[in-house]
């Protein structure tokens, strides 16, 4: 019903940025929020969140650095990855709790990851 497509992840160098992009398509009525986590390489931490209504959460380790944003009328949520570090190597994946109908169903699931490699 559902679906959730990432891009702009790569190379880039330390102290440098980037920016990911997520979109969600599909049976969607309002988003609850949308999120991005990280896994490298083996658990998958949850690195910021935002809510429909703008309010944000941050992993303690990107305070400061990155920057999560969001287009309701697009169904996009952004990641700005500024003065990122080598231990921000991971594949990230965007995540979203949306409303399908308005009758209060949703539906919660991850993107396919996109890789993030920091590195001179």
């Known amino acids: 019903q559902v679906q959730l497509v990432e891009s702009g992840g790569g190379l880039v160098q330390p102290g440098g940025s980037l920016r990911l992009s997520c979109t969600a398509s599909?049976?969607?009525?309002?988003?609850?929020?949308m999120g991005w986590s990280r896994q490298a390489p083996r658990d998958r931490d949850l690195v910021a969140t935002i809510?429909?209504?703008?309010?944000?959460n941050y992993t303690d380790s990107v305070k400061g650095r990155f920057t999560i944003s969001i287009d309701n009328a697009k169904n996009t949520v952004f990641l700005h990855m500024n003065s990122p570090k080598p231990e921000d190597t991971a594949v990230y994946y965007c995540?979203?709790?949306?409303?399908?109908?308005?009758?209060?169903?949703?539906?919660w699931g991850w993107g396919q990851g996109t890789q993030v490699t920091v590195s001179s």
């Open positions: 995540t979203a709790l949306v409303e399908i109908d308005d009758r209060g169903s949703t539906w």
């Open positions: 599909g049976s969607i009525f309002s988003i609850n929020y």
């Open positions: 809510t429909g209504g703008g309010a944000t």
